[in-house]
């Protein structure tokens, strides 16, 4: 068993330590928060001990689980470390690319494992197409959300668009080529709604809108590449895969003919991938323990997370250096 304990009994916080406890071979210790009402709802929901400060928490544990603000991460993270404790660490990883390097690189020399909580990696719908081979020529997507005051304590590009951004950076295989984005500020002090245009070094472009002040919610992946179109809806949990073949499959009931060119047929075939009902946030903790115990490496590294930090820093850069609306 692993004792892990939590840090941040907020919203996420509290869901985290509901989890855990559902989850064999994890042994949960205790948490620690300073907000005393959000700990004392945490103590009567769980049963679970309240600790004095973080560094009695980390003390106690083999794996810290930090599910605070962003500013607190780096801080956080590294005392976890320096302590040789495994991390999972939410995303994103810390505020600057700066302090993000230094985290793998204080990892590595301890030889302890870090994780960042990326979780639409493991949403049903993206890990029913994630092992099929795909090659994008170009990405569009739309994450909408209605007004949350929560998420205002950092931009609208950290709060939702890096979740894309990652799994972008999962399936085009090509470095980014160049980074041109837009944003409006318009509840809060930082840009709340965004929209980026990235295109990589093998002609690859993703073009992704962000927005936390929509009247309805929406998280949907489109993504095209020769002879195939892919859907990804995040928020409904399914996708839909529209394929051109040479020869048609009768065992298809959407398969179809069409005419591609002057006197050239091919033959469509529409699927959607079953999906299983996962709770995302659970099994990213399960997959963590997993890697900790086979010494494997995690399926968000701290290196990923730091490469979509990177990616989304620099789309926040374009947006300051045009202005906001």
């Known amino acids: 068993m692993l004792k892990i304990g939590v840090l941040g009994a907020g919203f996420l916080g509290k869901i985290h330590l509901k989890l855990i406890r559902e989850i064999k071979g994890y042994e949960l210790i205790g948490f620690f928060d300073p907000n005393d009402g959000n700990a004392a709802l945490a103590e009567k929901e769980f049963g679970v001990r309240r600790f004095a400060d973080a560094d009695a928490l980390m003390d ?6 930090i599910v605070t603000p962003t500013l607190t991460h780096f801080e956080l993270a590294s005392r976890a470390i320096k302590r040789s404790k495994h991390i999972f660490i939410e995303k994103p990883i810390a505020q600057t690319l700066e302090e993000a390097r230094q985290l793998v690189a204080l990892a590595e020399e301890a030889h302890v494992k870090g994780m960042v909580g990326h979780v639409e990696r493991f949403n049903p719908a993206f890990l029913a197409v994630k092992d099929r081979k795909l090659n994008p020529m170009f990405i569009e997507v739309h994450r909408l959300a209605q007004f949350n005051p929560r998420g205002t304590d950092v931009p609208v590009v950290l709060d939702l668009m890096i979740h894309d951004i990652d799994i972008i950076l999962t399936m085009v295989k090509s470095s980014v080529k160049k ?23 093998n002609g690859c472009v993703a073009n992704l809108t962000s927005s936390r002040i929509s009247l309805k919610q929406m998280r949907k992946m489109r993504v095209f590449q020769r002879d195939a179109y ?51 946030i659970k099994l990213e903790l399960e997959l963590f323990l997993e890697a900790i115990i086979n010494d494997t490496e995690p399926p968000v590294s701290l290196h990923a997370g730091t490469e979509a930090l990177n990616v989304a820093l620099q789309v926040m850069e374009k947006i300051s250096k045009f202005g906001l609306g």
């Open 60 to 65: 106690a544990v083999d794996v810290v689980d």
């Open 179 to 201: 980074i041109v984005a837009s944003g409006v500020s318009v509840i809060s002090d930082s840009p709340d709604i965004a929209n980026a245009r990235i295109e990589f070094d």
């Open 230 to 280: 892919i859907s990804i809806d995040f928020l409904e949990k399914k996708s839909e895969i529209i394929e051109l073949h040479e020869q048609n499959d009768v065992h298809n009931p959407y398969s179809m003919e069409i005419q591609v060119g002057p006197g050239k047929t091919k033959f469509m075939h529409i699927s959607r991938p079953q999906t299983e009902p996962v709770n995302s």
